[in-house]
């Protein structure tokens, strides 16, 4: 088993920006399926950025046209370049796997339990 870790996080004012990382060991967030989701308190964990299958990234919609989500992969990291942020953004963040060796097509963001392995999250809070 492999391990992610995130980092990047942390408290911004309304319209600011942030950049999560996940570094990757273990997997490939170069053919590994990799996303990114968010869990806000009370709130269940929801899909933020993916890439499918085709390597495609895939967004939900509160957060088009403001995230992206890309990869280094001589670094084996996944970024979420986060601009515009809303206080409805706050939220912990968390990089996922769902590693191609169990799955033959990347699961959608709204199976969160069908990624496998998570790192450690990373808080985002933006104040108004």
């Known amino acids: 088993q492999g391990q992610l870790v995130e980092s990047g996080g942390g408290s911004v004012q309304s319209g600011g920006s942030l950049r999560l990382s996940c570094a990757a060991s273990?997997?490939?967030?170069?053919?590994?399926?990799m996303g990114w989701f968010r869990q806000a308190p009370g709130k269940e964990r929801e899909g933020v950025a993916r890439?499918?299958?085709?390597?495609?990234?895939r967004y939900a919609d509160s957060v088009k046209g403001r995230f992206t989500i890309s990869q280094d992969n001589a670094k084996n990291t996944l970024f979420l370049q986060m601009n515009s942020l809303k206080p409805e953004d706050t939220a912990v963040y968390y990089c996922?796997?769902?590693?191609?060796?169990?799955?033959?097509?990347?699961?959608?963001?709204?199976?969160?339990?069908?990624?496998?392995?998570w790192g450690q999250g990373t808080q985002v809070t933006v104040s108004s």
């Open positions: 273990g997997y490939s967030v170069s053919t590994d399926c």
């Open positions: 996922a796997v769902a590693p191609r060796a169990i799955w033959r097509v990347c699961p959608p963001s709204s199976a969160p339990e069908r990624y496998n392995y």
């Open positions: 890439f499918d299958s085709g390597g495609s990234p």
